[in-house]
């Protein structure tokens, strides 16, 4: 699969227009007190889905020729990038088989459900998952779309920061979390498509910090714990993923699980949106100075919404 | 004091319009699906402080005298009305002097010292805050700004009807909370003044149901119970509020606690947007067929997001 390019971030956006919300831009001046900064959050908790995914999810399925996507779609995933991929295939009319680790978050399984999607469990593994998946996929013919290693998902991912920067051209940075690497490969090859004076920097839980560690040693490194609040940072980058990121992306910097949930419960209290933990990442970044944004303009992709309320992280 | 009219309400978005946000409209398939209806939540848990109630209480601020002005403002408030005029009274650079009840949720006092107001504590009843705010008011010379029961503050209210009706002049109805009053009579008067065919619409809880009782029998009723979940709505109505009820508002309705809490939730959930009880009373109202709303486009001001997170509802 090839290394996605700006100009598929381009066609992306085309393809999916009409299929996604245009999410809103917000600010919070308590937010910019606090942060030394002037703050910009791309509202993707207010996508179709909750989440940005559902943006890689729509250009992957709608690029399938029809003689393949009448098999459906497959994938594995810790919830939101399988709700997208069911209501992609919903909306494309072709069946969507999702393998989910037992343990994602109750109001993720329902949704994935609400979209007519088929659920097979698996363990908690990434070896658990692909095994799962490959059983699936053998049985249905459907076609497997990665979560995050897959060019097609990161260029819609990378539209996200194609509307922020058509909105805020005047921006100096932008920051997303990282996990599997999908939305900061496509959020860096945008900016650099649309204004290399932007500089990307992904934002990681200290204690999954593989995106990290790779970045600095320039060899893939593997995860050592997936038990981060941030449910969402839990994967390991690809292959495909580490080569955008080595190309684009500008930094990698770390925050505690502390500094996450305390940045969390900020957002929610001063801006009134729910957002996912895996959000708080850069926002953490940015209120412990990991990241040099003094009197910077800062563009935020808020990833998701996607939360148990029944287990929030600052009742654990 | 003269009731509002068309007019005041547009003078006052003359003079507000540079100090409040413009907040965003959003929408959901899946409230739609449910409610039967193209329902647009006019998103005033973004608005400065958090709540609609800074619209009114910059108005009555900006509308003061400079030599009245000087000796400040005062005001007994559950909550938002309090955060408003202490907001309000910072950026004219005037002291505010707030009466709150010692049962406040810990935010609303938290943000209320926050933004430099010398705060007095009550008991939780009218006649407490009432006592309490005359004592502050002979004190100081400050003046009083009734939450609700006030024109200034009920013209200021109606801004956010004139917005989403600028968003989208073809809604049939517009819904919204009543506590005291203020945000139905201003968004009654505004939506008469724009388009008489647009019906408004006051919700309520069942077991506060003051407004309802009132606008039946044409009486002012007083308060039985002031427990309701939608704490924003404990409040009975003034006889200014109740006037402009009469004359401009179509029908109230009332709906359950237990409907209230749901519908919070499901806003939560599906929306991942931050709401008070409060605001889910015409979401509820809306699903459980209180209105006649089937395939009509249906506005709801949604009228904050200030809410205790260690005290959500649905774990008590």
């Known amino acids: 699969m090839h290394t996605p390019t700006f100009s598929d971030v381009q066609s992306a956006h085309q393809k999916i227009s009409s299929l996604i919300h245009r999410t809103p831009v917000l600010t919070s001046l308590q937010v910019d007190e606090r942060a030394g900064a002037k703050v910009f959050f791309k509202c993707e908790n207010f996508q179709k889905v909750g989440a940005f995914k559902f943006r890689g999810a729509c250009n992957a399925v709608f690029s399938l020729p029809d003689e393949q996507a009448v098999n459906g779609v497959a994938t594995h995933s810790s919830g939101n990038h399988a709700q997208a991929i069911a209501l992609a295939a919903k909306i494309k009319g072709i069946p969507a088989h999702i393998v989910m680790p037992e343990n994602a978050p109750a109001v993720k399984k329902k949704a994935v459900k609400g979209y007519g999607a088929h659920i097979t469990f698996c363990e908690s593994t990434l070896e658990g998952r692909e095994s799962t998946l490959a059983k699936v996929v053998e049985k249905t013919g459907a076609t497997f779309i990665h979560p995050y290693n897959d060019s097609r998902i990161i260029a819609g991912q990378g539209t996200a920061a194609v509307e922020l920067l058509q909105d805020y051209p005047d921006l100096d940075m932008i920051l997303t979390p990282v996990g599997?690497?999908?939305?900061?490969?496509?959020?860096?090859?945008?900016?650099?498509?649309?204004?290399?004076?932007?500089?990307?920097?992904?934002?990681?839980?200290?204690?999954?910090?593989?995106?990290?560690r790779s970045f600095k040693s320039g060899e893939l490194q593997p995860v050592k714990r997936t038990d981060t609040v941030?449910?969402?940072?839990?994967?390991?980058?690809?292959?495909?993923?580490?080569?955008?990121?080595?190309?684009?992306?500008?930094?990698?910097?770390?925050?505690?699980?502390?500094?996450?949930v305390e940045a969390m419960r900020f957002i929610w209290e001063r801006m009134n949106i729910i957002i996912e933990a895996s959000c708080a990442v850069p926002v953490a970044a940015l209120f412990h100075n990991k990241i040099d944004a003094k009197d910077k303009k800062v563009g935020i992709i808020i990833t998701g919404g996607n939360v148990d309320l029944d287990h929030l992280p600052w009742n654990n």
Do not use: M, W, Y
């Open 230 to 260: 941030a449910d969402g940072l839990r994967t390991a980058l690809g292959e495909l993923t580490f080569a955008c990121i080595k190309q684009h992306v500008d930094d990698i910097v770390t925050v505690s699980e502390e500094q996450i």
């Open 180 to 212: 599997g690497g999908g939305l900061l490969s496509g959020t860096a090859i945008a900016a650099d498509g649309i204004n290399p004076e932007v500089t990307v920097i992904g934002c990681e839980p200290e204690i999954a910090d593989d995106a990290c």
